[in-house]
């Protein structure tokens, strides 16, 4: 059947006929679709993120104990510790901490040059920040405060206070992994922290297989002469997710009320197409055929439906996604300032919405189909008798 | 189509109870192409169920409707669908869909057709003009007197040229004027080799001697009189 053909444009008139009917059901399709759509893009997204998050990390996570509290790594026994254990590649000294920053507490990181090719992966850095300057993620200074006419100096409180200069401002485009984070020049971070020169704050190491991350844990314990704690990718994820999880299990509250309205439309396009007996039995009188009025109430179902569910996943999909929309970033990882959108994985997203339009789709053109089925197949003289003549 | 035959046609509905009521009897009548039949009675005789019968809107209990040799009252219904594309009826209240134009309403047996929308336009056009209804083309039915309103149904009912035109009480609420243009309308349809049967006891009608079959029905049973 082609789209310009009369069964459609008299669908398409027919829906003029009833305008608040066609109006109403399309709007309760778009904000059921809506509101099934984002919680599951919203847990898809979650999980894609903090995985992403993740991947851009080292295996392990290495810090000296003492007791209770974590001390300063001696870089040169540390390193030379950790590359004794078979299966690392490389252990990383880095030196970073969390201090007292413009508005609340923020994470410092000390970079070399020798640095400065690794964070080019997740931002558009192009040299290490100078003494005295500071390098900052778009999260770390409000945009009611600063966005736009961003402070000079940056007062900083850790083990001493420390005044930089605000040198370079992330973009919104950058990687997540810099978005609340302030780089100092290697010396100015230590002095920060409290870091002698010889000492880092962790060692990032990075295993030749992945997979045997867990597994060498008993023989790098083995092999630093100090007790140490070590972090996997895996306990960091759940960190991010456990808390991600707990929410997204109340958004997912949501889809209650999106199967309650679902049951609704269902049951109104039943009714509504159902209600339409006089005009099937009169419209079969008049040489239209079973299968002509069964295909004419559903192009009508269908002008309504595929518009409706089109506009529904976009939206959806604008509501988690979209680069302007942080909201899901606020709720979930507690970024108050400007905080990132989360990162989309195209073929799982799509996935997602193609299930959640067949699961709008198919049960709301049955509710259509079945009554259509049941005008069409009637008696035209048993149709134009009954009740509720025009 | 060459002829229209009736052979013991009966219709009988259930009453409450175990009770049954006999509407048509034993009809038998033929109707030919190109000739124009009257159907005359009085109310409640039998003619509009005769013609629905005819039309495949009702199927008879008993005995068969035989079009060409095929008894189409017998047919499936898929294929009694396909019967009642090559009739046109008009009704004897016109059915009309309120909430659309007359235009709309007169190209609604087009629509499933698989014509271009341009050629339903024209072939509406053309079927209003031959009523002199043109000037009504975009009027909402629901402004029309009871007379417009029927022909409407009777521009309806011609517009996709049917084989077999099915008129009950065409002329109610119609003046003189009217009936004559309507007789011609169905006299150029004849000439087409239409079969044309219309069911009336306007007096109009009945003496305006257009018709080349009478027939007379009394109680569900048929007679033809002419």
């Known amino acids: ?390 | 189509m060459e002829r229209v035959q009736c052979v013991n046609v009966s219709l009988i509905i259930s009453l409450s109870g175990h009770a049954e009521k006999s509407i048509i009897h034993r009809v038998k009548a033929e109707f030919n192409a190109g000739q124009m039949s009257l159907i005359t009675g009085v109310t409640g005789a039998g003619k509009s169920t005769l013609l629905h019968i005819l039309a495949g809107i009702i199927r008879p209990t008993e005995g068969e409707v035989i079009v060409d040799d095929q008894k189409v009252s017998r047919w499936m219904a898929y294929h009694r669908d396909r019967w009642r594309k090559k009739v046109g009826i008009i009704f004897q209240q016109p059915h009309l869909l309120n909430d659309l134009t007359v235009f709309e309403n007169v190209c609604l047996p087009l629509i499933p057709q698989k014509m271009p929308m341009q050629t339903i336009r024209k072939k509406a056009f053309h079927a209003l003009d031959c009523l002199g209804l043109s000037h009504m083309v975009g009027e909402r039915v629901t402004a029309l007197s009871g007379g417009e309103r029927q022909q409407i149904s009777i521009a309806r009912a011609i517009v996709s040229g049917p084989e077999l035109i099915l008129a009950d009480e065409p002329t109610a609420h119609q003046d003189m004027e009217n009936v004559t243009r309507l007789m011609d309308v169905f006299e150029h349809h004849k000439r087409k080799n239409t079969v044309v049967i219309v069911a009336s006891h306007d007096p109009r009608i009945v003496e305006s001697r257009r018709f080349n079959a009478c027939f007379n029905i009394e109680n569900g049973t048929l007679e033809k009189v002419q």
Request: proline content about 6%; some cysteine.
């Open chain 1, 1 to 390: 059947m082609r789209f310009a053909s009369p069964t459609w444009l008299w669908a398409a008139r027919d829906m003029l006929r009833h305008p608040s009917e066609a109006i109403l059901t399309a709007l309760a399709l778009i904000s059921v679709i809506v509101v099934a759509a984002v919680p599951m893009l919203l847990s898809h997204g979650l999980s894609n993120t903090a995985q992403r998050l993740l991947d851009s990390g080292p295996s392990l996570v290495v810090r000296k104990l003492a007791a209770g509290h974590w001390l300063p790594m001696p870089v040169e026994d540390g390193v030379k510790a950790a590359e004794s254990v078979t299966g690392v590649l490389s252990a990383v000294p880095r030196i970073w901490g969390v201090v007292g920053g413009p508005e609340s507490v923020t994470t410092v990181m000390g970079v070399s040059e020798s640095d400065v090719q690794t964070l080019k992966r997740f931002s558009d850095l192009t040299k290490s920040p100078a003494r005295g300057e500071a390098f900052i993620g778009p999260g770390v200074l409000s945009a009611s405060s600063n966005g736009d006419k961003v402070e000079e100096l940056l007062l900083l409180n850790g083990q001493k206070e420390l005044s930089v200069k605000v040198g370079k401002i992330f973009s919104g485009k950058n990687s997540m992994v810099v978005h609340d984070i302030i780089l100092l020049h290697e010396s100015d971070a230590r002095k920060l922290l409290g870091l002698e020169k010889g000492f880092s704050s962790d060692l990032a190491i990075h295993v030749f297989h992945e997979q045997e991350a867990d597994a060498i844990i008993p023989d790098l314990l083995d092999a630093f002469p100090w007790p140490v704690a070590i972090t996997t990718k895996q306990d960091t994820l759940k960190i991010y997710t456990a808390s991600g999880d707990r929410r997204a299990g109340l958004i997912y509250l949501a889809l209650i009320p999106s199967l309650l309205g679902l049951a609704l439309i269902v049951t109104a396009g039943y009714r509504g197409t159902r209600s339409r007996f006089y005009e099937a039995g009169l419209l079969k009188s008049l040489g239209w055929t079973s299968q002509d009025i069964v295909g004419f109430f559903m192009c009508k179902a269908a002008l309504i439906a595929f518009p409706s569910v089109s506009l529904g996943i976009t939206l959806a999909y604008a509501l988690v996604y979209w680069p302007a929309v942080s909201w899901p970033a606020y709720l979930f990882f507690g970024w108050q300032n400007n905080p990132p959108g989360l990162y989309l994985n195209s073929s799982g997203s799509f996935g997602i919405l193609i299930q959640v339009s067949a699961g709008i789709l198919v049960p709301y053109l049955a509710a259509n189909l079945w009554p259509a089925i049941k005008n069409a197949t009637a008696d035209p003289h048993v149709l134009l008798q009954a009740e509720g003549k025009m």
